[in-house]
């Protein structure tokens, strides 16, 4: 039987990459057993002694809900994601004609793993990039920080802060209040504001202090801080937790690596005069996801470089029209939301942005009027291309006062028609980009508390999170777009992305949970106990997985000269590749089922 068994393992990945021996070692370890059409080869929740692989006939794979997750045929493998994380089945399985199966018992397959990187690479299903240890923009501000933060109360003299900073060897200095951070000031400070103006060196130093500096969080990332003092023309940033000052952040504390051209890019985009200027800049941009993709970089690390670079293009362009148009007559908050508001960019976006006035304030003002339609103009030009939909600030329906978006809102959670769930999943995914944040944070507090506590439309919002469906084939494939420009290909971002983001939306109602950001929600819906660790672990690495071959088939495409857009073609994958974007397709599925008949993944 070896000898047989090893002819057909040999033309099935991960096995084809054995030497001669350790493949006549594997295949005398394999079993062989016939299943007669019907037959359960496991069921959901058994405890599973190997891996399964068919080699005849076909097997359909359903979640413990009974919804069909896949159809499987000859060279095959199933059961692995049970078998690796604790060896209890996370599916059911049974022939579906007579079928032939091998099963490699568990030890044996461990063994594989642990002494063949090929092979511990093909199970691997998170197919994360390789670590580049201590890149810049990978690494979060806290593990950026060195030695205590050093501070001194406001009432401090001038001549007593200086010598403080002279004695620590730094150059800039936290002023804080209760251990609270007020205020910044630095050495170019003493020269500009003390020494040339000839100040009293006794004065407080609360005089020439900057106050309410723009701050970060110990979790934010590396990147945020190029990105902050490049577009800011600042050169420290105080790392506030709580309000508490916990370190300071100076450009000689980075070392400019792959992050800095995406940070170039939006130092250039602050400093451009003009649309055609920033234009010229996003032009680049293809160029920056082919160097991100290529340098291994994680798929939330380029989405969010790709991100920042829309965000730093749509606050040139605010502060380009308000120089134009003057003071505003009222308060105003430009938001984005869809891709940008999530901060998950890729090579291809168009726009989805709104106005939100203050109380009292007239959205038919000419001056709000003429703000919108600029910008929007402006990302249009620079190729973030107008929602096709019209969901934009300079469609008037979304420029409106905070109340009549709290009244948008309310209407859509009481009476969730298909409309309301559709401008619902957009909405809920706003972001500050300019103006008044304030304006948006009671909003998006107040909204997700109702929404939440309205089990009508969190029904509805699950089921609308149910439409688009990974494209998984009967038999083992894909389920390919038929006819049409993108025949034989799969649309990875409705029929890949989407899913996902749905359901991480569909958690954030469930948990209140206030991110944006897909894989923020999943790792916050885990924290909160709306879904398992093992179902959100499964739904990252998926999501990771999906994201990552996305980006590279669009850098696949600028390489080759062409625009990038989502449309994969299958063909175009290794059957290492396939094998595990499938996988994905198959979690997001399962997850979808689980969340359809209202288990999620608890339990």
């Known amino acids: 039987m070896s000898d047989r068994t090893a002819e057909f393992i040999s033309t099935v990945h991960p096995y084809d990459c054995l030497k001669r021996d350790e493949l006549a070692r594997v295949a005398g370890s394999f079993s062989r057993r016939r299943f007669a059409a019907g037959d359960p080869v496991y069921d959901f929740g058994d405890r599973l002694p190997g891996l399964y692989l068919i080699e005849t006939g076909h097997v359909a794979v359903t979640d413990r809900n009974g919804d069909s997750v896949s159809q499987l045929g000859p060279r095959n493998s199933f059961g692995e994601r049970g078998l690796l994380r604790d060896g209890v089945a996370v599916t059911s399985a049974r022939a579906l004609d007579e079928a032939q199966i091998l099963m490699l018992p568990r030890a044996e397959v461990i063994r594989l793993i642990s002494e063949h990187r090929a092979i511990a690479r093909f199970f691997d299903r998170g197919r994360g990039p390789v670590d580049r240890g201590s890149d810049v923009a990978r690494l979060k501000v806290g593990e950026l920080l060195s030695g205590k933060p050093v501070s001194c109360p406001p009432e401090t003299p001038i001549i007593t802060a200086a010598q403080m900073m002279r004695e620590a060897r730094i150059s800039s200095l936290g002023v804080t209040e209760g251990g609270r951070l007020i205020g910044l000031v630095t050495i170019r400070d003493m020269s500009n504001r003390v020494v040339a103006e000839g100040r009293d060196m006794r004065q407080p130093v609360s005089q020439v202090m900057t106050p309410d500096p723009v701050t970060l969080a110990p979790t934010a990332l590396g990147y945020d801080v190029l990105n902050i003092m490049l577009e800011r023309k600042i050169s420290h940033l105080p790392v506030v937790e709580d309000g508490r000052f916990t370190g300071m952040i100076s450009q000689t504390d980075l070392t400019r690596v792959q992050a800095i ?98 109380p009292g304030a007239d959205p038919a003002h000419p001056w709000f009027r003429d703000l919108a339609a600029r910008v929007c103009d402006g990302l249009d030009a620079c190729g973030y291309v107008h929602c096709p939909g019209d969901m934009m600030a300079s469609n008037p329906r979304w420029r409106q006062p905070a109340p009549v978006w709290r009244g948008y809102f309310r209407d859509w959670i009481a009476h969730p028609s298909p409309e309301a769930q559709m401008l619902a999943s957009v909405m809920f995914d706003l972001r500050a980009i300019g103006g008044e944040g304030a304006l948006l944070d009671s909003l998006q507090r107040e909204t997700l508390e109702a929404a939440s506590k309205n089990s009508i439309f969190v029904a509805h919002m699950i089921a609308n999170s149910l439409k688009h469906r990974p494209p998984l084939g009967l038999i083992g494939g894909f389920a390919t777009i038929r006819s049409g420009e993108h025949r034989h290909h799969i649309d990875m971002k409705h029929n890949g992305v989407v899913p996902v983001t749905d359901l991480g939306r569909c958690y954030a109602l469930q948990g209140r949970i206030g991110s944006v950001n897909t894989r923020a929600r999943l790792e916050d819906a885990e924290a909160r106990g709306v879904i398992s660790g093992t179902g959100a672990r499964d739904l990252i690495a998926a999501y990771d997985m999906i994201q990552t071959v996305r980006l590279e088939n669009q850098a696949h495409l600028v390489r080759a000269g062409r625009k990038p857009d989502n449309y994969l073609s299958p063909a175009d994958l290794s059957d290492f590749e396939r094998s595990h974007l499938r996988d994905a397709f198959v979690v997001v599925r399962g997850m979808q089922s689980a969340v359809g008949h209202g288990k999620g993944m608890l339990g």
Request: glycine share 6%; proline share 3%.
């Open 261 to 358: 051209s995406a940070a170039g890019l939006i130092r250039e985009v602050a400093l451009a005069r003009d649309t055609e200027g920033m234009a010229r800049v996003t032009a680049r941009i293809p160029e920056l996801l082919l160097q991100l993709v290529q340098a291994r970089q994680r798929h939330e690390i380029v989405t969010r470089m790709i991100t920042d670079i829309a965000d730093a293009v749509t606050r040139r362009l605010l502060d380009l029209a308000v120089a134009d148009l003057g003071p505003a007559p009222a308060l105003w908050l430009w938001a984005a939301c869809g891709s940008q508001g999530r901060q998950e960019q890729t090579g291809v976006s168009d726009q989805d942005n709104c106005l939100i006035l203050e």
